[in-house]
Nanobody, 129 residues
């Protein structure tokens, strides 16, 4: 099993940038597809971005973050990142890291919340106007 710990959240002004990280422990990190979700106050948890396992590097983004956010991973460090640029007040949310076991040599990029079996505790991102 894999354990996930997010870090890097904080307060930033609109138009600014922030990078959140998710460190994994346990399991073979490269066999997990990784995703980022967020939950704003009063809203459901929603998909933000995901990246495939192994070395395929396939990514998928929610429409509302395309061109602003970038997901990446470092398998040697067992860490996945979400670089967030041109932040908007509506990006304010708790950001969660998630993992889904996909095995080796699998380029699948899951987007559904129910597709992920492992979750971090979340990190707060607040964008001021």
């Amino acid at each position: 099993q894999v354990q996930l710990v997010e870090s890097g959240g904080g307060l930033v002004q609109a138009g600014g940038s922030l990078r959140v990280s998710c460190a994994a422990s346990g399991g073979t990190f490269s066999t997990y597809a990784m995703g980022w979700f967020r939950r704003a106050p009063g809203k459901e948890r929603e998909f933000v971005a995901a990246i495939s396992g192994s070395g395929f590097g396939r990514t998928s983004y929610a429409e509302f973050v395309k061109g602003r956010f970038t997901i990446s991973r470092d398998n040697a460090k067992k860490t996945v990142y979400l670089q967030m640029d041109s932040l908007k007040p509506e990006d304010t949310a708790v950001y969660y890291c998630a993992a889904r076991s996909v095995g080796f040599h699998n380029s699948y990029v899951p987007r559904g919340r129910d597709e992920y079996g492992y979750w971090g505790q979340g990190t707060q991102v607040t964008v001021s106007s």
